[in-house]
């Protein structure tokens, strides 16, 4: 069982661009939670997907967006990049009556 | 508003004693409470959890005690060892499973041989 991955490891973008994340959840698992882990500071909720649709959403603004595939992969996409969006990116995935695991997370360089 | 805060960036303590990381929350709707690990380069990993209904749970080394009125829990690990060393994260979330988990800041363990 390979548990959650993410892609891509590291990633340096500039302010303006706009980037794209994946999440392939852990095996049997249908629901994926993003996070994001500035520096120093615990991971930030930004939104849930089930069912292909965003259940919950935190306080990001709309320049967060996502996707979950019918496979329950899925994307996380950051429009008009700001440098304050340097951040660990987490995916979680889980199924009911079970606790959420972690991908190793993504690194998001805004320059 | 920090809802789950932990005031200790960083603690050391002796291989083979306890060591015990404190969390204070201030959302009264949180209902179960969570300790995550993170190692550098991976995700946080699940430690060990508590319901709003118990007051201690333990698994091996670890105990979480919650006390509800002083809106407050703490992980303990006895025997601390070397492995132990990482940054731990205290979380919580409402009464359904699927609401969103609220972390703190975390604290940052060594463990000194």
């Known amino acids: 069982d390979a548990g959650v991955t993410q892609s891509p490891t590291h990633l340096i973008k500039t302010r303006g661009q706009q980037v794209t994340l994946r999440c392939s959840p852990k095996?049997?698992?249908?629901?994926v939670s993003w996070y994001q882990q500035a520096l120093g500071q615990g991971p930030q909720f930004i939104f849930q997907?089930?069912?292909?649709?965003?259940?919950q959403r935190g306080n990001f603004p709309d320049r967060f967006s996502g996707h979950q595939f019918p496979n329950y992969s899925s994307e996380l996409n950051v429009n008009a990049l700001l440098l304050g969006d340097s951040a660990l990116y987490l995916c979680?995935?889980?199924?009911?009556?079970?606790?959420?695991?972690f991908g190793p997370g993504t690194r998001l360089t805004v320059l | 508003d920090q809802q789950v805060k932990q005031n200790s960036p960083s603690l050391s303590v002796q291989e083979g004693r306890i060591s015990i990381l404190n969390c204070d929350y201030t959302?009264?709707?949180?209902?179960?409470f969570l300790w995550y690990k993170k190692y550098p380069a991976e995700g946080p990993t699940f430690l060990i959890s508590?319901?709003?209904?118990?007051d201690k749970n333990e698994d091996g080394r670890f105990t979480v005690f919650l006390n509800k009125s002083a809106k407050h829990l703490s992980l303990h690990i006895v025997p601390s060892q070397p492995g132990d060393s990482a940054v731990y994260f205290c979380a919580a979330r409402g009464v359904r499973r699927d609401d969103k988990i609220i972390f703190g800041k975390g604290t940052r363990l060594h463990i000194l041989p």
């Open positions: 508590i319901s709003s209904i118990k």
């Open positions: 959302n009264s709707m949180f209902d179960y």
């Open positions: 095996s049997g698992h249908d629901t």
């Open positions: 997907y089930y069912e292909e649709e965003e259940r």
């Open positions: 979680a995935s889980w199924l009911a009556n079970n606790e959420q695991f």
